[in-house]
T-cell receptor, first 116, second 114 residues
């Protein structure tokens, strides 16, 4: 069966510090991968998605970036965090290739980021 | 533009009563529709989906949803609510414009009162 991991679970960082959040998926190949941010326990904001290694689509450029160095690894980064970057970050995957467009999206456990 | 609307920020229901969480959508072409539930400080959990076929879809934990094409709705229902159903519920639709994105509603907080 497929499993999605995110780490760390919680993170407290000072303003201006760098960020690296990691997401990995097991049990599938060539997944579509997604990064979302959720503020105040409400709506989801799509940040980035990827349909393959090195292929990143940005929805909200801001001061965040994403990379996909391996098929099942998706990394969210920032060089300098802002207060407004605080939130709950969720990674998700869905079937790629022949399953793209019909498959369910599955979410990781999330990372709670607090920028002070 | 493609969109999903959840018109209620919060729904309160007494334990044992039926519950409905509303969702309407706007997409071109055939919609692929999903419901998720989120508990505090957790990721979203998939409940059910409609891709094609029977308009009544059954999912996890006794939830079901009815797809209504004429009303462009996909309301989530459960015949008898439990206190443990209290959570944040999201409706989503797969974008049909050629991207691989999913469009989410703003979420509805369900409170089941004992």
């Amino acid at each position: 069966s497929q499993t999605i991991h995110q780490w760390p679970a919680t993170l407290v960082q000072p303003v201006g510090s760098p960020l690296s959040l990691e997401c990995t998926v097991e049990g599938t190949s060539n997944p579509n991968l997604y990064w979302y941010r959720q503020a105040a326990g409400r709506g989801l904001q799509l940040l980035f998605y990827s349909v393959g290694i090195g292929q990143i689509s940005s929805e909200v450029p801001q001061n965040l970036s994403a990379s996909r160095p391996q098929d099942r690894q998706f990394i969210l980064s920032s060089k300098k965090l802002l207060l407004s970057d605080s939130g709950f970050y969720l990674c998700a995957w869905s079937g790629g290739g022949a399953f793209a467009g019909r498959d369910t999206q599955y979410f990781g456990p999330g990372t709670r980021l607090t920028v002070l | 533009a493609q969109s999903v609307a959840q018109p209620e920020d919060q729904v309160n229901v007494a334990e044992g009563n039926p519950l409905t969480v509303k969702c309407t959508y706007s997409v071109s072409g055939n919609p692929y529709l999903f419901w998720y539930v989120q508990y505090p400080n957790r990721g979203l959990q998939f409940l059910l989906k409609y891709i094609t076929g029977d308009n009544l879809v059954k999912g996890s934990y006794g939830f079901e949803a009815e797809f209504n094409k004429s009303q462009t709705s996909f309301h989530l229902k459960k015949p008898s609510a439990l206190v443990s159903d209290s959570a944040l519920y999201f409706c989503a639709v797969r974008d049909t414009s050629g991207t691989y994105k999913y469009i989410f509603g703003t979420g509805t907080r369900l409170k089941v009162l004992a």
